[in-house]
């Protein structure tokens, strides 16, 4: 069966070109023109994949993906957000930190969208393929559920939150340089992306919401990235 994606943007040229390209290269795609309708099709849909332009009246791209994050029965579905030229880094940095997957710039060739799509879902399904339980110091996460636990209580993390806590516990005691995390947990080529910001502000964010008892076992080591320690 078809990978199946919901296109979000006010633009009926972007939705008729994505969803033409898209179609032609195997997936089943549908479209909307605003955010509000584009949320009631991720109830109503099996979505495999949610690609939303960010600049949209009534709801924006931003807000769609938060909400998205937040309902327990959509949070696993990945999240590509569509951004114009101007967008600076704060606005991207705050569509991370509300979940998304990755960012587009428009203009954009379609070979290239059509790569980050691909390489978004590959790391979903590598992610969701895991069955083990990984468990140290306290967390237990559950790579097939997507949930997290630190000393029995349940934590709230988005997607690429996750996703680091995942690599870093999984290699613990091992130093994981900022390229390889934009590399891995983002899917960034770093000749195109390299900045540490991005990690560090989710790493942030990480810390806050595992507790100080949990977060100290996150270790920055200065000029070389961060690990898990045990």
Not at 66 to 90: F, H, N, Y
Not at 124 to 138: D, P
Not at 161 to 167: A, G, R, V
Not at 199 to 214: P, Q
Request: overall charge neutral.
């Amino acid at each position: 069966m078809p990978s199946k994606i919901l296109v979000i943007d006010d633009e009926r040229k972007i939705l008729d070109i994505v969803k033409k390209y898209l179609t032609e290269h195997g997936y089943s795609v549908v479209v909307t023109d605003n955010g509000s309708e584009g949320l009631m099709l991720t109830r109503e849909s099996e979505l495999d994949l949610i690609l939303s332009d960010v600049e949209m009246p009534d709801l924006d791209g931003r807000a769609v993906c938060r909400v998205i994050k937040k309902e327990a029965s959509s949070r696993q579905i990945p999240v590509i957000l569509m951004s114009g030229a101007r967008t600076d880094d704060k606005d991207i940095l705050s569509g991370f930190e509300g979940g998304a997957d990755d960012y587009v710039t428009k203009p954009f060739s379609l070979p290239v969208l059509l790569a980050r799509i691909q390489a978004v879902l590959r790391r979903y399904s590598a992610s969701a393929a895991m069955e083990k339980k990984l468990k140290k110091r306290g967390i237990e996460l559950d790579p097939a559920g997507r949930t997290v636990s630190v000393d029995g209580k349940s934590v709230s993390l988005t997607r690429k939150e996750f996703d680091l806590l995942s690599l870093l516990i999984e290699k613990a005691g091992r130093v994981l340089s900022v390229t390889y995390l934009l590399e891995t947990v983002w899917g960034y080529d770093p000749a195109d992306y390299n900045d540490p910001g991005t990690v560090e502000v989710h790493v942030s964010h990480l810390r806050k919401k595992l507790g100080s008892k949990a977060a100290k076992h996150i270790v920055n080591v200065l000029g070389h990235g961060y690990k898990f320690e045990e």
